[in-house]
């Protein structure tokens, strides 16, 4: 036998007259700091060592000599190995490995598991289990502890502080509607059994390792956001303030380029809220409570002693625009952040579609009778399809996310029983913000118009209307993703043009159910302005009031949904019975217009 190899003899396994069986390891070598058993090459005796212990050896010189007892067979082909019988123990360094990782699950924790219940709350690791698909969940860090060496035992620090308080990996959501490729989801869930979930330097580098790959693979990102911010109680990191995290720059880099989603349930404050923040939309339990300061961080900025439950309730975050949805629990939270990532992960088989007759009696026949538009929503969208956004905020508007033949699209209807719908400050952020969102996320927009126009008055110009309205322009002249515009009902001033997405011409179409009325402000107005003097020749009573009826009557004549369709204005006038098929057939034939999506405003 000659060495393959250049290498160092370090022992023989059989000794001289011995008999060998073909494959039985004969002489152990050492190369490269790695040992290499040399074997025999068929049946017989081994005969003599030409080499000991000690020896360097050169590839090709001989190494022992063997008295075959018969012919050799043909040895097994170098490039088809074949692994050993498994043995009947289990080796040392994987019994080590299972009792480490025997820690990191939640059954190595009842009592904190027992108190996280008694609290109608759910451990980290069973939302992440709600959450991704049985089996698809692979989990990075597992392994982390607390960086606090210096003042508890590493006994300790494994089983109080497993993962570091943070669960960290890549699942599959919805994928048996998409397949595994497009529903890979990078997921984080702080867990607030472990310090409170709050962010230590290790589960800050597993949040940017995550954070990172979801940039870089294109993953939507799910965050379960509870914690209490920074910890202290770090001692293992050579550092003082620790502001120079790239955790934050990571989480908002991902936005207008995946979907991110917060979820919200118990107490999420200070950096913990701060990435609650970034994420596109934001799912909240009525319990939770948001802020970007806890209770010791109120008191040390001589605030004053507050109860965690003072500090941003769900009642007060929703109402201010901070959370897009609101649920009761974990169970429904982990429920319609699969419904909203299903609508940016693709198109599903339609489900059925409402009774289009419906729509013909959806408004009601007076022109100024207000009435809830979210049905004609509903009855346009596919059946369970859609989900509402930001109800407890700019309320002049209802925005929502839906399916229309299976597409994903965002919805916009004015709600004449806000303001009459007409938009003020709050709603034009709501609705900037939204189209922002559905520009990232590839969604057609469909808006339904009802408003008299913008807000005004000396109270709404004190909150920055003009600014806040004009976003609404700025950002519809860079949407990459269709706008199909249906008036409903009224269409007035700015306000119009701002729910059209820059103009009745700036949609793929704009059309009109037979109850629209269109004029450049609202007619009342416009007949007080325009026509002021004769009305004023008049005495106040029935004749005035019937100058004006009669004057009205020729205004709402004029603006009517056909004449502007005569003037070419608007582009039809349709049955609202058709309208579902005419979004459908201008979803069609629309496409997304090329350029990359921009950031999607926290706000």
């Not at 990078?186 to 790959?213: C, E, F, P, S």
Request: net charge negative; glycine share 12%.
């Amino acid at each position: 036998m000659r060495s393959p190899l250049q290498a160092q003899v370090v022992e023989w396994l059989a000794r001289p007259g011995e008999a060998v069986r073909q494959g039985q390891p004969l002489l152990v070598v050492e190369a490269m700091k790695m040992e290499h058993e040399l074997r025999a090459e068929g049946d017989g005796r081994l005969a003599e060592c030409l080499v000991q212990p000690g020896d360097t050896v050169q590839t090709g010189d001989p190494l022992w000599r063997l008295d075959a007892a018969a012919p050799a067979p043909s040895p097994t082909p170098p490039d088809t190995p074949t692994l050993a019988a498994a043995p009947t123990g289990e080796r040392e360094d994987l019994r080590r490995f299972r009792e480490r990782m025997a820690f990191v699950a939640d059954a190595a924790r009842p009592e904190a598991v027992a108190r996280r219940h008694a609290q109608g709350l759910r451990t980290a690791r069973e939302n992440v289990a709600d959450l991704c698909d049985p089996g698809s969940f692979i989990e990075y860090g597992a392994l982390a502890i607390a960086a606090q060496t210096a003042r508890r035992s590493e006994a300790e620090l494994i089983a109080q502080t497993p993962a570091d308080g943070l669960v960290a990996g890549i699942g599959s959501v919805n994928g048996g509607l998409f397949g595994d490729q497009r529903a890979r989801t990078a997921v984080l869930a702080y867990d607030a059994t472990v310090l409170a979930g709050t962010q230590g330097m290790r589960n800050h580098q597993k949040t940017d390792r995550l954070l990172g790959i979801a940039l870089d693979q294109q993953l939507p990102v799910v965050l379960f956001a509870e914690g209490g911010g920074g910890r202290p109680g770090d001692t293992d990191m050579a550092i003082v303030a620790g502001l120079h995290v790239g955790t934050f720059a990571a989480m908002a880099r991902l936005s207008g380029r995946v979907p991110t989603l917060g979820i919200a349930a118990g107490r999420c404050f200070a950096g913990n809220a701060a990435l609650l923040g970034c994420c596109d939309l934001i799912i909240a339990t009525r319990g939770s409570n948001i802020g970007m300061g806890g209770p010791a961080m109120v008191e040390g900025a001589g605030l004053g002693r507050h109860r965690p439950e003072d500090i941003g309730p769900a009642a007060v975050q929703q109402a201010s625009g901070v959370i897009d949805i609101l649920v009761d629990d974990e169970a429904e939270a982990v429920a319609r952040a699969k419904h909203c990532l299903a609508l940016f992960q693709g198109s599903t088989s339609a489900d059925p579609a409402p009774d289009p007759l419906a729509l013909r009696q959806a408004l009601p026949e007076s022109r100024v009778r207000s009435y809830d538009s979210r049905p004609v929503v509903l009855g346009l969208a596919d059946a369970g399809s859609v989900v509402w956004l930001r109800e407890g905020f700019g309320q002049a508007v209802h925005t929502g996310l839906g399916r229309l033949g299976g597409r994903a699209v965002g919805f916009v209807a004015s709600n004449p029983q806000h303001l009459g719908g007409a938009v003020d400050a709050d709603a034009a952020d709501k609705l900037a913000r939204f189209m922002q969102l559905c520009d990232a996320w590839g969604l057609p927009i469909v808006s339904l118009v009802d408003t008299p126009g913008f807000m005004v008055g000396p109270e709404a110009e004190s909150r920055a209307q003009v600014r806040h309205v004009s976003r609404l322009f700025v950002i519809a002249a860079s949407l990459r993703v269709p706008f199909f515009s249906v008036l409903l009902r009224k269409a007035f001033g700015l306000g119009a043009i701002g729910l059209t997405g820059g103009g009745f011409h700036a949609p793929g179409f704009t059309v009109a159910w037979p109850s629209a009325e269109c004029g450049a402000m609202g007619l009342e107005g416009a007949v007080r302005l325009g026509f002021r003097k004769e009305l004023e020749a008049l005495p106040e009573g029935p004749q005035r009031q019937a100058l004006f009826d009669e004057l009205l009557a020729r205004q709402v004549a004029q603006g009517a949904a056909i004449p502007m369709a005569t003037t070419l204005e608007i582009d039809a006038v349709i049955d609202p019975a058709d309208t579902r098929d005419w979004l459908l057939r201008g979803l069609a034939g629309a496409r997304l217009r090329p350029g990359p999506a921009r950031y999607v405003d926290p706000w």
